[in-house]
């Protein structure tokens, strides 16, 4: 006998509006972190869980946060994202 598992898929509805200030929202994080001082990701590594894995949280928060932006500018309209 086996054991099975079955995963469902949760979809979340935005309006065009909602999904259109998200990914304003992540796009500005985004570059924010991307232009921050040496001095402020050292305090967001800190937060993050000091030097060493701090440091890689923080490399991947900004992968994370440019690859869901990127997702959702593709998924709306273009009149939206102007």
Same mark, same amino acid.
């Given at each position: 006998? &086996? *054991? &099975?598992? /079955? #995963?469902? #898929? !949760?979809?979340?509805?935005? =309006?065009?509006?909602?999904?259109?200030?998200?990914?304003?929202? &992540?796009? =500005?994080? !985004? /570059?924010?972190?991307?232009?921050?001082?040496?001095? #402020? $990701?050292?305090?967001?590594?800190?937060?993050?869980?000091?030097?060493?894995?701090?440091? %890689? *949280?923080?490399?991947?928060?900004?992968?994370?946060?440019?690859?869901?932006?990127? @997702? %959702? /500018? @593709? /998924?709306?309209?273009?009149?939206? &994202? $102007?």
């Amino acid at each position: 006998m &086996t *054991a &099975t598992t /079955r #995963t469902s #898929t !949760h979809v979340v509805s935005l =309006h065009r509006e909602q999904a259109a200030e998200l990914a304003m929202l &992540t796009e =500005h994080l !985004h /570059r924010w972190l991307l232009d921050a001082s040496s001095g #402020t $990701r050292a305090e967001l590594a800190g937060f993050l869980g000091g030097a060493g894995e701090g440091m %890689l *949280a923080v490399a991947g928060l900004v992968d994370l946060l440019g690859a869901a932006n990127a @997702r %959702l /500018r @593709r /998924r709306l309209p273009q009149e939206v &994202t $102007r």
